[in-house]
């Protein structure tokens, strides 16, 4: 029999909760005065054994969208390009529930792709008899799109045949081989009208547009030179945590906050306040170094 006590004036009082059911308590409440009277009334829901629902997904890092419904089992999360790792927190009513993430301990780190990341979170109810999976696709946002890695023959590999620049989402053509890999926005332009593959011009049909997270997770631990090696940068890391590395990267141009003047970080008076721009000039990065006149004395 599951019970829940209520403590209130020198009274404990149990009421009876039926499995899978909503019970509604009243509780009065009698001011000092003896004679005003308000009344209050929980809901408290009883799961069944049987529940394999979670009520509620927590991110170390982004907002899950669209908000959390039990009901609803698939999510996505945008996260900045500087996150390369994330922890993920299902939360169930019952402690008795068993709950995995990619297999794995809930509280796991997990590294991050450099687009999409995908988080399996399996429930199992608390009876066994039932489980239930939730999908939070993770995907970071994209900064930097010409990058060299250390080993050669990756940039070819990971190269988007539209767009030319690094592979972002990437997304395959099913049966295509070898396979045709596309940016997941580069491929979907070009058969929003005409439905072939861009390489072969075969008709694509059905569930033609795979997901490709085994290349992201290749891509995300592979080497690459940093974006600023042309400005003397030798920092090699890997792509996923090319976004940490950005952030402290002395050898990429920052604005002098009062003057307007564009600098290397490294080159920087400690004190003086900047604008990191690299973020939205990334593009025109050289040629406004080379414009920039030289600091006055
Ligand atoms: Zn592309
Ligand atoms: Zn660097």
Same mark, same amino acid.
Request: proline share 4%.
């Given at each position: 029999?599951?019970?829940?006590?209520?403590?209130?004036?020198?009274?404990?009082?149990?009421?009876?909760?039926?499995?899978?059911?909503? !019970?509604?308590?009243? /509780?009065? $409440? @009698?001011?000092? &005065?003896? *004679?005003?009277?308000?009344? %209050?009334? =929980?809901? +408290?829901? #009883?799961?069944?054994?049987?529940?394999?629902?979670?009520?509620?997904?927590?991110?170390?890092?982004?907002?899950?969208?669209?908000?959390?419904?039990?009901?609803?089992?698939?999510?996505?999360?945008?996260?900045?390009?500087?996150?390369?790792?994330?922890?993920?927190?299902?939360?169930?009513?019952?402690?008795?529930?068993?709950?995995?993430?990619?297999?794995?301990?809930?509280?796991?780190?997990?590294?991050?792709?450099?687009?999409? !990341?995908?988080?399996? /979170?399996? $429930? @199992?109810?608390? &009876?066994? *008899?039932?489980?239930?999976? %939730?999908? =939070?696709? +993770?995907? #970071?946002?994209?900064?930097?799109?010409?990058?060299?890695?250390?080993?050669?023959?990756?940039?070819?590999?990971?190269?988007?045949?539209?767009?030319?620049?690094?592979?972002?989402?990437?997304?395959?053509?099913?049966?295509?081989?070898?396979?045709?890999?596309?940016?997941?926005?580069?491929?979907?332009?070009?058969?929003?009208?005409?439905?072939?593959?861009?390489?072969?011009?075969?008709?694509?049909?059905?569930?033609?547009?795979?997901?490709?997270?085994?290349?992201?997770?290749?891509?995300?631990?592979?080497?690459?030179?940093?974006?600023?090696?042309?400005?003397?940068?030798?920092?090699?890391?890997?792509?996923?945590?090319?976004?940490?590395?950005?952030?402290?990267?002395?050898?990429?141009?920052?604005?002098?906050?009062?003057?307007?003047?564009?600098?290397?970080?490294?080159?920087?008076?400690?004190?003086?306040?900047?604008?990191?721009?690299?973020?939205?000039?990334?593009?025109?990065?050289?040629?406004?170094?080379?414009?920039?006149?030289?600091?006055?004395?």
């Amino acid at each position: 029999m599951f019970v829940c006590f209520f403590e209130g004036g020198d009274e404990l009082k149990s009421v009876l909760l039926k499995e899978g059911e909503v !019970t509604s308590i009243k /509780i009065e $409440v @009698t001011a000092e &005065d003896g *004679s005003t009277i308000k009344n %209050y009334f =929980v809901l +408290v829901t #009883r799961l069944l054994a049987s529940d394999a629902s979670l009520s509620g997904i927590g991110l170390s890092c982004g907002q899950l969208s669209p908000i959390f419904d039990a009901k609803l089992t698939n999510y996505l999360a945008n996260v900045s390009f500087h996150c390369d790792s994330f922890v993920i927190t299902p939360v169930a009513a019952d402690k008795k529930t068993t709950i995995k993430v990619n297999d794995h301990d809930p509280k796991q780190v997990v590294p991050l792709n450099c687009g999409e !990341t995908k988080a399996v /979170i399996e $429930v @199992t109810s608390p &009876d066994q *008899s039932n489980k239930q999976t %939730y999908v =939070v696709t +993770v995907c #970071r946002e994209e900064i930097v799109r010409r990058i060299r890695f250390v080993d050669g023959k990756l940039n070819q590999k990971f190269e988007c045949p539209v767009c030319l620049g690094l592979l972002y989402r990437p997304k395959s053509i099913a049966n295509s081989s070898p396979k045709h890999v596309f940016c997941k926005s580069c491929i979907e332009e070009l058969t929003r009208t005409s439905k072939v593959d861009p390489l072969d011009e075969s008709t694509l049909k059905g569930d033609w547009k795979m997901d490709e997270f085994e290349m992201e997770a290749e891509m995300a631990a592979s080497e690459v030179h940093c974006v600023f090696a042309y400005l003397g940068c030798t920092k090699k890391v890997l792509l996923r945590n090319l976004g940490n590395h950005l952030k402290e990267c002395e050898f990429q141009i920052v604005q002098v906050e009062k003057s307007g003047e564009l600098v290397l970080k490294k080159d920087l008076e400690s004190k003086a306040k900047v604008i990191i721009i690299y973020k939205h000039k990334m593009k025109n990065h050289k040629n406004m170094l080379q414009s920039t006149k030289p600091p006055s004395p």
